[in-house]
């Protein structure tokens, strides 16, 4: 092993032995009793149902089954008067309800929620936790899955359910302990021989240091100041620039039925809603005008608050088609229908904020040579994907290129080099899309999008990928990182593009269709699936 790799491997445990147990400095268990029932129902039949208890260790299901857990408590004195949290786990999917209203989505990736109140010492806290026997991937493995992840979800119960408490957050000490875990990734991304290594591992060090001689929560804003000194860029600009922009991709029917992507929805925009709380720079992009008309029906108040941040510019309805549609079997009139009804309702319900100016497609299996003169009929400017990054044979070439359709039709596109649609910003996947841009672009142009946030199931974003990408944003060995807007993003690409042509320099153009060497498979299992589009165009 490196010299980096080694000083990474010693900050990683150190964060894990001595700063992460004391990130909830404060910490009070809660007494949790269940409702089961075999279909998901109400939030107003569920608080007046009856209610059994259960301890940490309670095994529940079957798959897909719903359990209420109604968690009650009284505030200690050591936590009175501060800004509150709930830490809770199912196992499984699970949404905090706030008086009839979604609140904040629970699951693997997010197990704490900040509570809306500043509790006193001595209330009475009851709190309504509506729980789905199943993971953000629905009740499927992967081969990425551990044998006991595996074996679990074959069990009657699979559903674990760990414990509820309320707990504070020194927050100085949770941006230290991931402040040193982000330090220890970009110190494996560099060459042991860097001079600058050798000066971050010692600066590092130093922190560390620190740290031990006048304990964790003392030291830790200094010693979090000391380990952005580290990493701070010091050899002049960058070469390229990541937009990030905060991302949740919904399947709208994959591995679940369809009235769990509704939920999923819930769960990730009142998650998405807190975010924005929390941290002012955040963005969120949602590109499926079929999830916020569920929203719309199943939460007005949510969506009354989503509506209110898409005015204020902080979230964003873009990606113009009504959901991600397949775009290999429809008709062209399918397509243009689906461009129609998405616009249509942005507009609707959000005036000039819903204006479409690109179409978004991260997961499409493939794109005919028809859709340039859909989009630039539709009055859309841009194209952006993803998927063409999963090829399994030719590597696509190009991130940002014209692409012409079967009339001649030229549109500005753009394949994210990160190659990932859910990311999580770690300064691995940050060099990733930098090293693919830089080669497929050849220096053409130095800005390339990046969505992050847990997907597919949904869920979004967490505060440490935010932190992420503010540590990542003038750092060392990594692009320059910036929180944005798809719509900025586009307008920032075609001004570039501008300025590439009057230097009489050419962006490549890619003609015909987008042909993904992947996921062929799919067209041959669903045959009634065409033949009814067939029947139905």
Not at 176 to 187: D, E, I, N, P, S
Not at 192 to 217: C, N, P
Request: glycine fraction near 8%; charged fraction near 25%; charge should be neutral.
């Amino acid at each position: 092993m490196s010299l980096n790799s080694d000083a990474a491997t010693t900050i990683e445990a150190f964060s894990d032995r001595e700063v992460a147990p004391l990130v909830f400095d404060q910490m009070a268990p809660l007494r949790a009793e269940v409702f089961q029932t075999t279909e998901p129902v109400a939030y107003g039949e569920a608080i007046m149902a009856s209610y059994r208890p259960v301890e940490p260790g309670w095994r529940w299901g079957p798959v897909w089954s719903n359990a209420w857990f109604r968690l009650t408590g009284t505030v200690p004195d050591a936590i009175g008067g501060r800004r509150i949290c709930l830490r809770f786990s199912s196992g499984t999917e699970a949404l905090l309800w706030d008086r009839g209203v979604p609140f904040h989505g629970l699951d693997l990736n997010h197990d704490v929620a900040r509570l809306p109140l500043d509790a006193r010492s001595s209330d009475r806290v009851t709190l309504y936790v509506e729980a789905a026997c199943n993971r953000p991937l629905g009740a499927t493995t992967f081969f990425w899955d551990d044998a006991a992840e595996v074996a679990r979800w074959k069990e009657e119960l699979p559903g674990r359910f760990d414990g509820a408490a309320l707990v504070t957050v020194d927050e100085d000490v949770w941006r230290l302990r991931h402040g040193l875990t982000f330090a220890a990734r970009v110190l494996r991304l560099l060459d042991a021989g860097d001079a600058h290594a050798a000066e971050m591992r010692g600066q590092i060090e130093s922190a560390i240091l620190l740290l031990k001689e006048r304990g964790v929560t003392c030291g830790a804003r200094e010693a979090m100041t000391t380990i952005r000194g580290a990493v701070r860029r010091k050899r002049g600009m960058t070469t390229t620039r990541c937009h990030a922009v905060g991302h949740a991709h919904i399947d709208t029917a994959w591995l679940w039925r369809l009235r769990e992507t509704r939920r999923k929805c819930l769960r990730t925009f009142a998650t998405a809603l807190e975010m924005m709380e929390r941290f002012p720079q955040f963005r969120f992009l949602c590109s499926q005008a079929q999830q916020y008309s569920w929203v719309e029906r199943d939460s007005p108040e949510l969506f009354a608050r989503l509506r209110a941040r898409v005015m204020q510019g902080r979230w964003e309805p873009g990606g113009a088609m009504w959901i991600e549609p397949d775009c290999n079997v429809p008709s062209g009139e399918a397509l243009i229908r689906q461009v129609l009804h998405g616009t249509r309702y942005w507009r609707e319900r959000f005036g000039g904020n819903g204006e479409q100016t690109y179409l978004y497609l991260p997961d499409t299996f493939g794109f005919p040579a028809s859709l340039p003169q859909i989009i630039a009929q539709a009055g859309l400017r841009t194209f952006i994907t993803n998927k063409l990054g999963w090829n399994e044979t030719n590597e696509f070439p190009h991130s940002t290129f014209f692409w012409r359709g079967i009339d001649g039709t030229q549109v500005l596109s753009h394949c994210t080099p990160g190659m990932e649609y859910n990311s999580t910003l770690t300064p691995a996947e940050l060099k990733k899309g930098e090293s693919n841009h830089l080669k497929r672009d050849e220096g053409r142009t130095g800005d390339w999008l990046q969505p992050f946030g847990y997907g597919d199931g949904g869920g979004g974003p967490t505060d440490w990928m935010v932190l992420e990408a503010e540590l990542a944003s003038d750092c060392d060995g990594l692009p320059g990182v910036e929180f944005s807007d798809a719509r900025s993003f586009c307008e920032r690409l075609h001004s570039g593009a501008a300025d590439l042509k009057a230097r009489a320099i050419q962006l490549p153009v890619w003609e015909g269709e987008l042909y993904l060497e992947r996921h062929r498979g799919t067209y041959t299992t669903q045959a009634w699936i065409k033949r009814a589009n067939r029947l139905a165009e």
